[in-house]
T-cell receptor
Framework: KQEVTQIPAALSVPEGENLVLNCSFT??????LQWFRQDPGKGLTSLLL?????REQTSGRLNASLDKSSGRSTLYIAASQPGDSATYLC????????????FGTGTLLAVQP | DGGITQSPKYLFRKEGQNVTLSCEQN?????MYWYRQDPGQGLRLIYYSQIVNDFQKGDIAEGYSVSREKKESFPLTVTSAQKNPTAFYLCASSRYNSPLHFGNGTRLTVT
């Protein structure tokens, strides 16, 4: 059964620091790897989607990459800001079931001003 | 503005009662999903629908039911058969191979 691990579970950094969040899947056959942000009591906001034919995606200060051989993804946040404080979740579709995303438990990020 | 609307934001019910959570989208997305989120756990898929009048069970469908009579709407009923219904419920929609868009969730408390 596909499982997703996110490391670290929580992270506190000073403003301006660059940081990396990690996500790993027990089965490396992952499709449509997505990173989301969740603010307390809210729904999820999609940040980046890495489709099957891609290895990374960038949006502003965010960069996500996927190593398909190991089933690991990283989310890089440059020059962190207090507004980046949130829970970050990764999700992927195992095998060909592209509609059935499996989610990690998230990394709670706090950026201190 | 396009988006997904979930209502109500908070819902309280007595044990043994069925309750229906609303999810409406105006994004013209074909696929819609229901997830459940519990503290310390990732989101778990309850049901999903790829087209009107068709839906599939997710990983934790027991005790839940859905309908998809219109493209815009995908209501979820939490029945009395669901043993632990208290949770945060999230609805999402997407086009094929595109990012999921989520609503702001309904927090259901059953006592």
């Amino acid at each position: 059964k596909q499982e997703v691990t996110q490391i670290p579970a929580a992270l506190s950094v000073p403003e301006g620091e660059n940081l990396v969040l990690n996500c790993s899947f027990t089965d490396s056959a992952i499709y449509n790897l997505q990173w989301f942000r969740q603010d307390p009591g809210k729904g999820l906001t999609s940040l980046l989607l890495i489709q099957s034919s891609q290895r990374e995606q960038t949006s502003g200060r965010l960069n996500a990459s996927l190593d398909k051989s190991s089933g690991r993804s990283t989310l890089y946040i440059a020059a962190s800001q207090p507004g980046d404080s949130a829970t970050y979740l990764c999700a992927g579709a195992p095998g060909g079931a592209t509609n059935k995303l499996i989610f990690g438990t998230g990394t709670l990020l706090a950026v201190q001003p | 503005d396009g988006g997904i609307t979930q209502s109500p934001k908070y819902l309280f019910r007595k044990e043994g009662q069925n309750v229906t959570l609303s999810c409406e989208q105006n994004l013209n997305h074909d696929a819609m999903y229901w997830y459940r989120q519990d503290p310390g756990q990732g989101l778990r898929l309850i049901y999903y629908s790829q087209i009107v009048n068709d839906f599939q069970k997710g990983d934790i469908a027991e005790g839940y039911s859905v309908s998809r009579e219109k493209k815009e709407s995908f209501p979820l009923t939490v029945t009395s058969a669901q043993k632990n219904p208290t949770a945060f419920y999230l609805c999402a929609s997407s086009r094929y191979n595109s990012p999921l868009h989520f609503g702001n969730g309904t927090r259901l408390t059953v006592t």
